[in-house]
C-alpha cells in the first residue's frame, strides 16, 4: 500500500506563503487521485483541494479558491499544495490524502500523518 510523508509545514505570518508536498512511496501514486485536507483544534476534518489522478481537474474548497493551488508530479510521486495570503484560519494539520473521486470530491482510502501549519492572528 501507497505510504505518504507530508513536509513543509510550519509557522508563517498573516499573508505570507507555504508550500507543503507529500511524497509517496510507490510508483503506484499516479493510480490515485490526490487531495489535502486539514484539521483545526476542536473542528472536522476539511477538504482543501484535489485533484485527478493525471493532474487535469483540480477543485477546491471556497476558503482557499484564488489563493491555494494544488499540483501533482507523477514521475516523482510527488503531490504539492502552495498557499499564498495565507490567513490566521488557516491554521491546521494538513493531511495528504489518497482515493477516489466522485463528482469533484476526494474520497480517501490512504493518509498521511500530517504537517502543522501556524498563522498567528
Known amino acids: 500500500q501507497v505510504q505518504l510523508v507530508e513536509s513543509g509545514g510550519g509557522l508563517v505570518q498573516a499573508g505570507g506563503s507555504l508550500r507543503l508536498s507529500c511524497t509517496a512511496s510507490?510508483?503506484?501514486?499516479?493510480?490515485?487521485?490526490m487531495g489535502w485536507f486539514r484539521q483545526a483544534p476542536g473542528k472536522e476534518r476539511e477538504s482543501v483541494a484535489a485533484?485527478?489522478?493525471?493532474?487535469?481537474?483540480?477543485y477546491y474548497a471556497d476558503s482557499v479558491k484564488g489563493r491555494f493551488t494544488i499540483s501533482r508530479d507523477n514521475a516523482k510521486n510527488t503531490l504539492t499544495l502552495q498557499m499564498n495570503s495565507l490567513k490566521p484560519e488557516d491554521t491546521a494539520v494538513y493531511y495528504c490524502?489518497?482515493?477516489?473521486?466522485?463528482?469533484?470530491?476526494?474520497?480517501?482510502?490512504?493518509w498521511g500523518q500530517g504537517t502543522q501549519v501556524t498563522v498567528p492572528s
Open positions: 485533484i485527478s489522478w493525471s493532474g487535469g481537474s483540480t
Open positions: 490524502s489518497a482515493g477516489s473521486l466522485f463528482s469533484g470530491v476526494l474520497l480517501p482510502t490512504i
Open positions: 510507490e510508483s503506484t501514486f499516479s493510480g490515485y487521485a
